[in-house]
């Protein structure tokens, strides 16, 4: 019989007037997986926090158990349960035998003691029947490798739970796969599992059960097999708001184009070592580059987007070449990028949502160059969002911040519009949300770029996949 690990009674958590839990009850037994789903602000990111032992303000009641033993101070939550995400492998000098031990031995005789590190190491990998080297650098085990130690050292802890709070980026869906059943095969022995990831795939493969908030209630407790498809999830929490599929992909490939059509071409592109790539980007369409490298992705954009000069590297811009262009000269030629979509990079947070929508992204074009080309359309798009026109943007949640920056870059009609990872910060709604925008811009004309590392929510808007090494 599975033992108890964690349950809650009847919580009632209040940190902020929107942010809440109410009458909040589950259990989670050894060898469990199970997925919080929810929107933002549904509460499942609230009570992860809690569970974290984060939490010092704000009124609660209710009973929490750790292994059949109440919890008196939910700061001790903090001891029992380990939380994976990927700040933990900054320290990449660090040996995986380090990496495992050193912190819970202190630093003090460190040196002296590395052999006893290494046994003590050893035995726990052997232990759980795992073929690692233990004196390899943090740097350079793959992304699934980093994982599977970060489980192990969970394991030494005497953890009771893991929280997965991960995109797992940079690993392939079928090294999630892998890791998937690597991890129930660790937990059967003691632990169980909380995933809590904005990825409809993570959760689909981590996740044996699914517990649904919304607004800071548990509306719907199921397992795995209930949610059928993405559809079907996407159904359950928007209702009918779904966005329709766009037309096959590879039907839209084979449709062709003239060479007046190219409206934004890189030349030399040097990602990885002996690939150069030129790339040719036609007008209207979506394009969603792909690599699992996180260094080379964000490298990708950068170059793209003008925000680095590369040598030998030529920008083609209506058909004049440039060298050595920038993010903001490109932004005038109406070629702009979103970094950070949803986040507060991309709002001035002490202005209106009106007067944001007027201004470009931080730092990439001249508010006078903005209204220029914005013209009489501010008036129009301020009518459509009269509900939110006068409210400061720092009050905006992230859905609501995405559609702002969105809206902003869709009035100022760009030529090319370049997003990396759009879909990091979004819950369901927010990939809906994103989704409808980037339909807008390629029916507008605009080419959209995306540079991901997954083809998870691209494939049924992208016109264009593309794997880059």
């Not at 059928?228 to 590879?250: S, T």
């Not at 992705?297 to 058909?319: A, D």
Request: glycine letters at 6%.
């Amino acid at each position: 019989m599975k033992k108890e690990l964690l349950r809650i009674n009847r919580l009632n958590y209040n940190y902020t007037r929107t942010r809440k839990l109410e009458n909040v009850s589950f259990c989670i037994l050894e060898g469990e997986c199970i997925g919080f789903l929810g929107l933002s602000y549904s509460g499942k990111d609230l009570m992860t926090s809690l569970l974290r032992g984060e939490l010092t303000e704000g009124d609660g009641s209710g009973a929490i158990y750790l292994g059949g033993q109440k919890v008196n101070d939910w700061e001790v939550l903090g001891k029992e349960i380990y939380y994976m995400c990927p700040d933990n492998y900054v320290i990449e000098d660090w040996t995986v035998a380090e990496y495992l031990c050193l912190v819970d031995s202190g630093w003090a005789g460190s040196f002296w003691r590395k052999g006893v590190l290494n046994e003590e190491a050893g035995e726990c990998f052997a232990e759980l029947e795992l073929d690692f080297d233990i004196s390899s650098r943090i740097r350079a085990l793959s992304e699934l490798e980093k994982r599977i130690v970060d489980v192990v050292k969970a394991y030494r802890k005497g953890a009771r739970i893991i929280i997965i709070e991960d995109e797992f980026d940079g690993v392939s869906q079928t090294d999630i796969i892998k890791f998937g059943k690597i991890i129930r095969r660790l937990i059967q022995r003691k632990l169980g599992v909380i995933v809590n990831s904005n990825s409809n795939f993570i959760m689909s493969e981590l996740s044996d059960k699914f517990i649904i908030f919304d607004r800071g209630h548990v509306v719907k407790k199921c397992a795995r097999e209930y949610i059928k498809n993405e559809a079907q999830l996407e159904r359950f929490l928007l209702g009918e708001n779904v966005l329709p599929p766009r037309e096959k992909i590879e039907e839209r490939t084979q449709m062709s184009w003239k060479e007046e059509d190219i409206v934004y071409r890189i030349r030399n592109l040097k990602i990885f070592q002996d690939d150069v790539k030129s790339l040719n980007f036609v007008r209207g369409e979506v394009v969603t580059l792909l690599t699992l490298n996180r260094r080379k992705k964000e490298l990708l954009f950068l170059i793209l987007s003008g925000r680095i000069n590369v040598e030998n590297v030529h920008y083609i811009l209506n058909g004049e070449r440039y060298d050595n262009i920038d993010c903001s000269e490109l932004a005038r030629k109406k070629v702009v990028s979103v970094r950070a979509l949803g986040s507060r990079e991309e709002v001035f947070e002490h202005m209106t949502v009106g007067e944001n929508l007027m201004l470009p992204s931080l730092e990439k074009i001249s508010f006078w160059d903005y209204i220029c080309s914005s013209r009489n359309i501010r008036k129009m798009i301020l009518e459509e969002n009269h509900n939110l026109k006068d409210v400061k943007a720092e009050e905006l949640g992230i859905n609501e911040r995405i559609q702002m920056t969105l809206e902003r870059w869709y009035i100022f009609n760009p030529l090319v519009l370049i997003l990396f990872e759009p879909f990091a910060l979004c819950d369901v709604n927010g990939v809906d949300i994103v989704k409808k925008y980037v339909k807008k811009f390629s029916n507008n004309g605009t080419t959209v770029i995306i540079v991901s590392t997954r083809e998870e929510y691209v494939e049924d808007i992208s016109d264009q996949i593309m794997h880059i090494g």
